[in-house]
Structures are given as structure tokens and as C-alpha cells.
């Protein structure tokens, strides 16, 4: 009995312990659960901004792959794309650090470490295809992109993936475990049955904990070896996928390399066929179509002489060799003549030039042939070298220069006339032959006619390699191009030498007195006229002198005609000296001789040279031996006080010197004067 009741105060007790652990345990949860409560909502805020960090993080990395295909493709705006491209990633190493710092479970450091790794690889590549887009290789640079950037990219995508995935898992494995923390008070008593019941659970647990133990570190082993294999084929499918890319961007890129062939074919004037090894064709442009006047589904097959020969036989049958059979070992290229003959019968000269395509044996398996009609130019060649004969044996001097003057070409005859070769006077201009005899006005009339497209005519004087003068008469013409602007000059010259010096003789004979060389009454009248225009148009005086000798009919009938000859040579000497250059002494017969003076200020002006004409001519003249002596009488008539046509001003000056030599002669006499003594 007594053993009994120790029994039950002993059952009682431990009773009264369990339940009053039951309550201690109770009160416990309930004192953390309002703690629990505050970690469940830091737990979810976390990693809600963990998955947000993820999320960001994915779409920067799609945002570079972005930026990088267009700072490939946009050559304008490259450099504002690289710029994104660097903000882009200087966001994404932000994220990715705070994403490490709020990471704290080994699943998804593993998986942040392994991005970390991968990040430096894939920066490398990011800057190649950056330079080989900046260096132009941007074919290289998109291959680099598909190749090796993409399948990282799609690691790194899945690799968020899995993090988020981690992430929602951990909140909801931490929403759970605060949730069971609360324990409300009508579950409590419920709590101490399940409490028995998982007492003996963990005494099961200790017994099969020892099996467990091995199989679970054995399923986490399988586990990772399935995971490797997993990211092994991963790996592979993107490999693969990056292949089948590539394969596909180059068969696009095949596709348009070959239309963009075609389409310059077709553009070439040139006729074109891309011919095999035994003479079939299999391609020819648009020009060779409609040269020999076929459709290109006429051609493909057939032999290359039945289309440009016409013919059935082999060239190397015919009279002209074959060009493909004269085609060498390593030769790369042919160029023959052929006389090719299209579908309607005509004939053309064609300049044949093929091309080897050689094999991977070095063989020659195809040949591009190119043909060119050189009919026309080969008539406008003979036809030059006709003219070009022409032209060297040619009676008459040619020269051809540029635009600019400079000479190119001269023949043999031009050598004869000037004395100049090619190689002496080739790359200079014709001034090399200027004399000086002509003003820069006439250089510029012709200058000014010719760059108008104008033909100049007229005759030069031009002076020879050793110093002689001569004269020339030539025409000088432009040369134009088809667009009508002027490329050349062409001048054809002739000696016109003699010519010019009998047309001067005859002139001199004609307008120069014979005895004194000096202007005769025709050239007198001919320099008033020109005188009295230009005195008109100016308003200038100018004035006339009648001058007559003194006592030369005294010496002529003394010494003979020949001493008077010579008396009225020296006279005329002694008058030229007595004006200027730009003024005129005439004879106008027998002891008459006229001056003009062109242009004076005032009428006296024409007193000082009256006193040079009269100390002169009084000075003896020594003649045979004998001293002459001789006066002179000087009639002054001045424009346009005196006249204004040239008949009436000599008539006055005339009429004034009559007036003289009846008043005693030596002196000279103004007609305005004379017209005051008649009025008085």
C-alpha cells in the first residue's frame, strides 16, 4: 500500500511537472510571438526587395544586350550608346552588392558568386565587340555577341531565376515557421496530447536518425551531380542555339552578299559569264543577255562559243585560240581579242578578259568572263592614228595645249618654224615665243575670243629659239568635251614672214615718201582723220604747220638735183628731231612739208616748237662740199578755233604760210592772227 501510494504521489508529481512545463512553454510562445511577428514582416521585406533586386538586375542585363547591338549598328550615335552602356553597368554592380549584402543563404551565394565569376568573362567581351564595332568589324562583333556574350546572358537570366525561386521559397518557409509559433488558448490542452505524441516521434527519430543521416548527405551528393549535368546541358542547349544563330545570320548574310553581287553585275556595262571548266554556261548579266540577245533561261548549259561564236565547234577548232586553254598555272588573268558574233548576225570586236576560279586543289573549275565591244574604239583609234599621221607630215605648224595654255603636243613643222623641240617647250605656254611687238590688250582679245568657244585668226609676231622675229598667221580653236566644256586649244600656224614683209614694203611704198622716208600726203590725211577723232571725243587742241623752205629753189638750180635731194633728206631729219615721237612730219611734195602736233594744252604751245623748227633749219647745211643756207616759212593752224575737219585746217595753216613768205619769210604765222589783220 504504501509502495502504491509512493507510485501515484510519484505519477502525480511528474504529471504536475508536464503540465506545468506544458504552461511554461506556453506562455514562452506566446511572449516571442509578438517578436515572431516583427522578423516575419523583416523577413518578407527583405526578400521582396531581394526578388525586386533580382528583377532589376535581369532587365539591365537585357538593357546592355540592347545598348550593345545598337552602338553596333548606329555608327552616328555609337558614342552615346557606349555611354549607356557604362551607366547601364555601373547600375548593375550596384545592385548586384546590395543583392550580396542582404544574401545570407548558401544556395544563392553559390548562385552570386557564380555570376561574379562569369561577370569578368563577359565584361571582356562586352569591350571586344565595343572595339570591333568601333574599328568597323561589325559582322565580327555581332558573331562575338551570338557566340559567346548570348549563352552567359541566358545563365545569368536562369541563374535570377533560380534566386527569386529561392527567394519566394524562404518567405514562405519563414511565413510558415511564425505562423506555427502562435499557439491560440483553446489549442493549448490539443498541444499537450501532440507534445506526447511527438516525444515519442523524437525517440523514433534518435533510433532512425542514424539511417537518415547517410541517406541524406547521399541524396544531397545525387543531387549535386544532377545539378551539374543539369547546367552541363543548359550549357549545351545554348550552345547549340547559338550555333543554329550563327548558322542562320549567315546564311541571311550569304543570301544578301550573293544579291549584292548580282545587282553589281547586272549594273556593269562590261558583258559578263561565269562559265564552267568544259566551256558551259551558268551565269551571265544583264549586259551579256542583251548583247547576244538571249534570256539567261536560254544560255544556262550551254557552250560558251555556240552563244558568243554562234558556232558549234570549240575556239581552239576555229582560227582564234581558246582563252581558257591559254590560261597558266597561276596565272590571274587572260586578256585576248575575239570577233564575237550575237543572235541577229552582227559582229563585234570584243576585248575577252577571264578571270580563274580555282578549287581547293588549285585547279581551275570556273572562269568569270569578261567581254568588252572595242569595235568603236578600235575605228577611233585608226582613225587618230590616221589623223595623227596627217598631222606630223603636215605642211603647216600645230600645236595643242590644255585649258591653260600649256603646251602638249607640237609637230615636226612647228620644230622647223620656231626652232624649238617638243621636250623643250612641252608644259610651257606659247608666251615663250612672245616678241614684245604687241600690247597686252591684243593678248587678251584673243584669250577672251577662244574662251568663248570662238575661232581667233590673225597674224602674230612671234620670235624663234635664236632671237629672230617672224611672223605667223594662225587660227587658234577650242577643243570641247561632250558636255560642251573646253579641254584644249588647238593653233595651226603658217609662216608669214615674207608675206608680211612685202605687204609692209608695198605699204611703206604706198603711204611713205620715197626721198625722205618720211609719211607722205595719203598717210598725212590718214593720222589727221585719227588725230581729229580722238581730239573730238577728248576735247583736245591739237595744231597744224605748213612749213615751206626758203631759198630751195636756189640751191637745187646751184648744185644740182642731187644736192637738193640731199638738202631735203637732212631737212626732214632735222624737223623729225625738232617734235616728239607721238606727233607726225609729212612730205607733201617738192619743199612742203606738214606737222602735226597731237595734243597741246594751249595754242602758244606750238610756238616753242615753230623756234626749234627755225634755229634748226637756218643752221648751215653742208652738202658736196659747200656750205647751204636755207630759211623757212611756217604757216599755224590749232583745232578747233582755226577748223573743225582736216581739209580746212591744212587750207588755213597753208594760207598763213603764204602769209609769211610775202611778209618775209623765216618766221612763222598763226591763222587766228591773220584772221585779226583781215578784220582790221
Not at 534518435?206 to 551528393?221: D, F, H
Not at 585649258?403 to 609637230?411: A, L, R, S
Request: proline share 2%; glycine share 6%.
Amino acid at each position: 500500500m504504501k509502495n502504491s501510494y509512493k507510485f501515484y504521489i510519484m505519477v502525480s508529481t511528474g504529471f504536475i511537472v508536464f503540465l506545468s512545463m506544458m504552461v511554461l512553454l506556453i506562455s514562452i510562445g506566446r511572449m516571442g510571438l509578438d517578436s515572431n511577428y516583427k522578423e516575419l514582416d523583416k523577413i518578407i521585406s527583405v526578400s521582396s526587395l531581394k526578388m525586386d533586386m533580382a528583377q532589376e538586375m535581369r532587365y539591365l542585363i537585357r538593357n546592355e544586350a540592347v545598348l550593345v547591338r545598337n552602338a553596333l549598328v548606329d555608327d552616328v550615335n555609337r558614342a552615346d550608346e557606349i555611354r549607356r552602356i557604362n551607366e547601364n553597368r555601373k547600375r548593375y554592380e550596384e545592385v548586384k552588392g546590395n543583392l550580396v549584402l542582404l544574401s545570407s543563404g548558401r544556395q544563392v551565394g553559390l548562385l552570386i558568386e557564380q555570376m561574379s565569376r562569369d561577370d569578368k568573362l563577359t565584361r571582356q567581351l562586352w569591350d571586344n565587340v565595343i572595339g570591333q564595332a568601333q574599328s568597323g568589324n561589325i559582322q565580327e562583333g555581332y558573331r562575338t555577341l551570338v557566340r559567346e556574350v548570348r549563352p552567359i546572358q541566358w545563365k545569368w537570366l536562369d541563374t535570377l531565376d533560380r534566386i527569386a525561386t529561392l527567394e519566394r521559397s524562404s518567405v514562405k518557409r519563414d511565413y510558415r515557421m511564425a505562423y506555427d509559433a502562435y499557439i491560440h488558448a483553446r489549442d493549448q490542452l490539443t498541444i499537450v496530447g501532440i507534445l506526447t505524441v511527438i516525444i515519442g516521434i523524437v525517440i523514433a527519430t534518435v533510433i532512425t536518425i542514424g539511417i537518415s543521416r547517410p541517406l541524406k548527405a547521399v541524396i544531397i551528393e545525387r543531387t549535386a551531380v544532377l545539378e551539374a549535368i543539369n547546367e552541363q546541358l543548359k550549357g549545351e542547349v545554348f550552345m547549340r542555339q547559338g550555333i543554329e544563330e550563327d548558322l542562320r545570320l549567315s546564311m541571311k548574310e550569304s543570301r544578301e552578299v550573293k544579291q549584292m553581287v548580282e545587282s553589281i553585275m547586272h549594273g556593269i556595262t562590261d558583258e559578263i559569264f561565269l562559265i564552267t571548266r568544259d566551256y558551259k554556261i551558268v551565269w551571265a548579266n544583264e549586259s551579256a543577255l542583251g548583247k547576244y540577245g538571249y534570256e539567261l533561261g536560254e544560255i544556262m548549259g550551254k557552250f560558251c562559243y555556240e552563244v558568243t561564236h554562234q558556232k558549234e565547234s570549240p575556239c581552239g577548232v576555229l582560227t582564234e585560240p581558246c582563252v581558257f586553254d591559254e590560261l597558266q598555272q597561276g596565272m590571274k588573268s587572260k586578256t585576248v581579242e575575239h570577233v564575237h558574233v550575237s543572235r541577229d548576225g552582227k559582229s563585234s570586236l570584243m576585248e575577252v578578259t577571264v578571270y580563274p576560279i580555282v578549287d581547293e586543289k588549285g585547279d581551275v573549275s570556273r572562269v568569270v568572263h569578261v567581254s568588252r565591244d572595242i569595235t568603236e574604239r578600235v575605228k577611233m583609234q585608226e582613225q587618230v592614228m590616221v589623223l595623227f599621221a596627217a598631222v606630223e607630215q603636215s605642211p603647216v605648224a600645230v600645236v595643242i595645249t590644255d585649258i591653260t595654255g600649256k603646251i602638249e603636243y607640237v609637230n615636226p613643222q612647228f620644230t622647223k618654224m620656231t626652232h624649238y623641240k617638243l621636250d623643250e617647250v612641252s608644259g610651257q605656254t606659247l608666251a615663250v615665243l612672245k616678241s614684245g611687238k604687241h600690247p597686252q590688250e591684243f593678248y587678251r582679245e584673243l584669250w577672251h575670243t577662244i574662251l568663248a568657244g570662238k575661232v581667233w585668226h590673225g597674224s602674230m609676231c612671234n620670235k624663234r629659239r635664236n632671237g629672230e622675229l617672224y611672223w605667223e598667221n594662225q587660227n587658234i580653236s577650242p577643243i570641247k568635251n561632250q558636255s560642251g566644256q573646253i579641254t584644249h586649244f588647238v593653233a595651226v600656224k603658217t609662216d608669214d614672214t615674207e608675206r608680211k614683209r612685202i605687204e609692209e614694203q608695198l605699204y611703206h611704198m604706198a603711204n611713205y615718201d620715197t626721198l625722205t622716208d618720211l609719211p607722205n600726203r595719203t598717210l598725212f590725211y590718214e593720222r589727221l582723220s585719227e588725230v581729229l577723232k580722238i581730239s573730238k571725243r577728248y576735247e583736245h587742241k591739237f595744231a597744224i604747220m605748213f612749213v615751206d623752205l626758203d631759198n630751195f629753189k636756189i640751191v637745187n638750180d646751184v648744185y644740182g638735183h642731187d644736192v637738193g635731194d640731199q638738202l631735203l633728206r637732212e631737212a626732214a631729219n632735222r624737223l623729225r628731231d625738232c617734235v616728239r615721237t607721238s606727233d607726225t612730219v609729212a612730205r607733201m611734195g617738192g619743199d612742203e612739208f606738214t606737222v602735226i602736233l597731237s595734243r597741246i594744252s594751249k595754242a602758244e604751245d606750238a610756238i616753242l616748237i615753230a623756234d626749234y623748227i627755225i634755229e634748226a633749219l637756218s643752221k648751215p647745211f653742208h652738202l658736196a662740199g659747200n656750205d647751204c643756207f636755207i630759211g623757212t616759212s611756217i604757216g599755224i593752224s590749232v583745232f578747233p578755233s582755226d577748223g573743225e575737219d582736216a581739209e580746212l585746217l591744212v587750207a588755213n595753216a597753208d594760207v598763213a604760210m603764204y602769209h609769211v613768205k610775202n611778209s618775209g619769210k623765216n618766221a612763222y604765222r598763226f591763222y587766228s592772227t591773220l584772221e585779226d589783220d583781215l578784220k582790221v
